[in-house]
């Protein structure tokens, strides 16, 4: 079975400045993908940022980039010039590309970090 | 708009009563799916469903059933048989690799 561990429970940045959260996973899977979450005080689950794992270019969308580290089974999360609206849970989570899995698109969630900005 | 209708948002129940989450898409989304959040522990998977009338269990589909008899809908039941059911649930339905979520339901056991 895969497991998704994030061991910040909490993490705080100063606004415009910079932060990384951590997330490490494992699995016997050579094909999978690898996704981050935010949840804001709405509690709506939005998609932030996905990487396939076959893909050696680590995915951007914006303000937030990943370090995919695909040996060292870790995928963390930079969020540049941090704003006030990117306070919220960040999950990080695991998804199975195995063709026996055609189909079922669910998902293991680490237990997420809480971002605080700092005005 | 297309999207996920989770409802009511918030539940009140007391303890030994079974309680049914509402979940509705009109995505058009063929699997359709529950999980369970608690604070520290992230979501986790109760049951999830690629077809009408086929489900399977999740990590922690004990105390829960569910039922899929439309492709739209996909409701949850917590029974009196789930120990510590306070929690905040979220469903969710997906396609192609498009996983959409509601925006959930808070259920407290008194």
């Known amino acids: 079975a895969q497991t998704v561990t994030q061991s910040q429970p909490e993490m705080s940045v100063q606004e415009a400045e910079t932060v990384t959260l951590s997330c490490t996973y494992d699995?016997?899977?050579?094909?999978?993908?690898l996704f981050w979450y935010k949840q804001p005080p709405s509690r709506q689950m939005i998609l932030v940022i996905r990487q396939e794992a076959y893909k050696q270019q680590n995915a951007t969308e914006n303000r937030f980039s990943v370090n995919f580290q695909k040996a060292a089974k870790s995928f963390s999360l930079k969020i540049s010039d941090s704003q006030l609206g990117d306070a919220a849970m960040y999950f990080c989570?695991?998804?199975?590309?195995?063709?026996?899995?055609?189909?079922?698109?669910?998902?293991?969630f680490g237990t997420g970090t809480r971002l605080t900005i700092i005005p | 708009d297309g999207g996920i209708t989770q409802s009511p948002k918030y539940l009140f129940r007391k303890e030994g009563q079974n309680v049914t989450l509402s979940c509705e898409q009109n995505?058009?989304?063929?699997?359709m799916y529950w999980y369970r959040q608690d604070p520290g522990q992230g979501l986790r998977l109760i049951y999830y469903?690629?077809?009408?009338?086929?489900?399977q269990k999740g990590d922690i589909a004990e105390g829960y059933s569910v039922s899929r008899e439309k492709k739209e809908s996909f409701p949850l039941t917590v029974t009196s048989a789930q120990k510590n059911p306070t929690a905040f649930y979220l469903c969710a339905s997906s396609l192609r690799g498009q996983v959409d979520f509601g925006s959930g339901t808070r259920l407290t056991v008194v």
């Open positions: 995505l058009n989304h063929d699997a």
């Open positions: 989570a695991y998804r199975s590309a195995h063709i026996s899995n055609f189909g079922n698109e669910k998902l293991t």
């Open positions: 469903s690629q077809i009408v009338n086929d489900f």
């Open positions: 699995t016997s899977e050579s094909d999978y993908y």
